[in-house]
């Protein structure tokens, strides 16, 4: 089966995605659509609560999928940070801003998923397993 024949059942999920997205109807978008696919989905409107959410959650965290630039704390800081306390979680960065504003957060590196706002549903969920099964 090619990549165009399959459909959102082959995208469905049982892992634990950690959504950081300071912009609340993306967020709760992001969220439901995960959410209907199986996964289940901690959200965070900043890197602050990702980090008291990430702290708290006793399970473990399969992904984070993290906007690039947000208040105070990147979305690659915010990671970097949450590396050291699950070195096996995967992580997507999410952006609507170009590639010459995202090169200084080192984004756009080989080997860093990445979705490009704004995206489809069937973009958002392609994207999502691609990163959780490499």
């Known amino acids: 089966m090619n990549q165009t024949e399959k459909t959102f059942a082959d995208y469905k999920g049982t892992e634990n995605v950690l959504v950081v997205e300071d912009e609340e109807m993306t967020r ?14 901690l959200n965070a409107p900043n890197a602050e609560t990702a980090i008291e959410i990430s702290d708290d ?50 984004i756009l590196e080989e080997n860093i998923h990445f979705l490009q706002k704004p995206f489809s549903v069937k973009i958002l969920t392609q994207k999502v397993r691609e990163t959780l099964d490499s």
Do not use: W
């Not at 439901?32 to 996964?39: A, M, P, S, T």
């Open 28 to 41: 709760n978008m992001v969220t439901e659509i995960l959410e209907g696919l199986g996964y289940t989905v």
């Open 57 to 106: 959650f006793e399970d473990d965290i399969h992904l984070l999928l993290s906007d690039v630039i947000m208040p105070l704390m990147n979305g690659k800081q915010l990671s970097n940070q949450l590396a050291m306390s699950r070195p096996t979680m995967k992580v997507l960065f999410m952006s609507g801003y170009t590639d010459n504003m995202l090169a200084p957060y080192g």
